[in-house]
């Protein structure tokens, strides 16, 4: 079984590959379209603006492929990993895939919070997943972002955040999941989530 | 019901090598970088923060060998500092698996800098630490380690570099630095109540009441300390139930 991190020219994706690497996971780096065809499972990592993402994804020549691929290989996006699944980002004027039509927003400026929300925040659980699996209600995961999810269908809401508001800080559809928190950085926690997504058969 | 208050331990760092040092001399050896992590992220350290304090060129390899051999093995936010100079150093130390740098000198000497590194990279990676030390009713930045003294107000300083897109702003009291008798909350405070990033406070930790004050009354976001943590006076997990007696949102 091979994990591709998908390179879009500007995240922390070498994070991402320690973690799985260290969890006994083969890697490979997703940097042109042919590499696709050789992993089993693909991780979005997070990091940079929408917008920088989806057009050097084009101009490598991955985005369409990419579309394909995701909605048949499992996938894990992260933080930006998962806005990239939605049609539309106060973040300039950025399309993202557009599988979900919810817009993706700034936190609110009135709110008495610091922006960007960085550290440890609890994940409130509100459906069991597969990459729940034996991870506590309320565990503190790392956060890093300006952007939210605010409002999304109940069914594929799997965990929601609070800073200030309430956020979706996870969702799930079929072969698809993603979190506004970095597993990459979340220590323990983060490693029992990564672990379960390589063990994962959606 | 909100993010967590962070504790920081802060590493000094010379040729690979964790040291320690009473005001930058009779520097000694402290231990393996790797080795210290594990032990501090056993301990609950909320990120890790380096600092580089020799730049040498030499030098500056053997951190980038650290820098990816503790990503390697610890899986927490890791900010490095010490010698930023420009965005490659930035880019080289994010590759090696930094997740944010410290640049601080360099900002003085060109504030673009930290515009362009937060449009190049992102605003959460770039924190900007800021010496300042107390002259009658103001205070100053100064730079190179504290040596040399600017014309910027700490408070002008730290506005400046929050509109070119800083991420945080690590603010260290030079004044209450290595005193043991607690963080300038005063200080602190000043900075904080009209900041909109987070601010982590250094500067002066002696004992876990210390930690308490600087976010009750500097209203810190996070707390960075080296030599108590170092010394194993006080651990973080002690720390942590300090803070979590007083009501503040930890990371337990």
Same mark, same amino acid.
């Given at each position: 079984m091979k994990v591709g991190i998908i390179d &879009?020219?500007?995240?922390?994706l070498y994070s991402i590959d320690r973690s799985l690497r260290y969890l006994g996971a083969n890697t490979l780096i997703i940097?042109?379209?042919? !590499?696709? !065809? %050789?992993?089993d499972k693909l991780v979005f990592p997070g990091q940079g603006s929408l917008g920088s993402a989806m057009s050097h994804l084009k101009k490598i020549e991955l985005l369409e492929d990419l579309r394909t691929q995701l909605k048949e290989k499992p996938f894990l996006g992260i933080c930006l990993g998962l806005q990239?699944?939605?049609? !539309?980002? %106060? %973040?300039?004027d950025t399309q993202g &895939?557009?599988?979900? !039509?919810n817009e993706i927003s700034?936190?609110?400026?009135?709110?008495p919070i610091k922006v960007p929300h960085m550290g440890w925040n609890k994940v409130f659980i509100k459906q069991d997943h597969d990459l729940f699996t034996n991870i506590e209600n309320d565990t503190r995961f790392y956060f890093v972002h300006s952007y939210l999810l605010k409002d999304f269908d109940e069914e594929k809401s799997f965990s929601t955040t609070h800073h200030g508001i309430e956020f979706i800080s996870s969702i799930g559809d079929e072969n698809i999941f993603a979190t506004q928190f970095h597993p990459e950085k979340s220590g323990e926690a983060g490693l029992k989530f990564f672990d379960n997504f390589l063990k994962w058969n959606p | 019901m909100t993010v967590a208050v962070r504790i920081i331990p802060c590493l000094d760092i010379r040729a690979g090598r964790v040291v320690k040092g009473i005001n930058f001399e009779n520097i000694i050896d402290a231990g393996d970088p790797v080795e210290t992590a594990e032990r501090y992220n056993t301990e609950g350290a909320d990120e890790l923060c380096f600092l580089d304090i020799d730049a040498s060129y030499e030098n500056r390899s053997a951190t980038l060998s650290t820098v990816e051999a503790v990503a390697s093995q610890v899986f927490i936010p890791l900010t490095v500092g010490g010698g930023v100079s420009k965005l490659q150093d930035i880019e080289r130390l994010l590759e090696k698996g930094a997740d944010k740098v410290s640049i601080n000198t360099s900002a003085i000497l060109d504030p673009s800098l930290v515009g362009n590194a937060a449009k190049k =990279?992102?605003?959460?990676?770039i924190v900007v630490a800021v010496d300042s030390k107390r002259e009658g009713e103001k205070s100053y930045v100064y730079t190179h380690g504290g040596k040399n003294k600017t014309a910027f107000e700490t408070s002008a300083w730290i506005k400046i570099v929050e509109s070119e897109g800083a991420g945080e702003i690590l603010l260290t009291s030079m004044d209450r630095d290595?005193?043991?008798?607690? =963080? /300038?909350n005063e200080l602190t405070f000043s900075i904080a109540k009209d900041l909109s990033i987070p601010l982590i406070t250094s500067g002066g930790a002696g004992s876990i009441d210390h930690m308490i004050e600087g976010i009750t /009354?500097?209203?810190?976001d996070a707390v960075l300390a080296a030599s108590i943590f170092h010394q194993k006076e006080i651990t973080i997990a002690e720390v942590k139930d300090g803070l979590a007696s007083k009501g503040i949102e930890v990371r337990l």
């Open positions: &879009y020219g500007a995240s922390n940097d042109e379209p042919n !590499k696709l !065809k %050789e992993v990239v699944l939605f049609s !539309k980002s %106060e %973040e300039g &895939y557009g599988f979900y !039509k700034m936190f609110p400026p009135d709110l | =990279f992102g605003s959460q990676c290595g005193t043991k008798i607690g =963080f /300038d /009354d500097g209203k810190a």
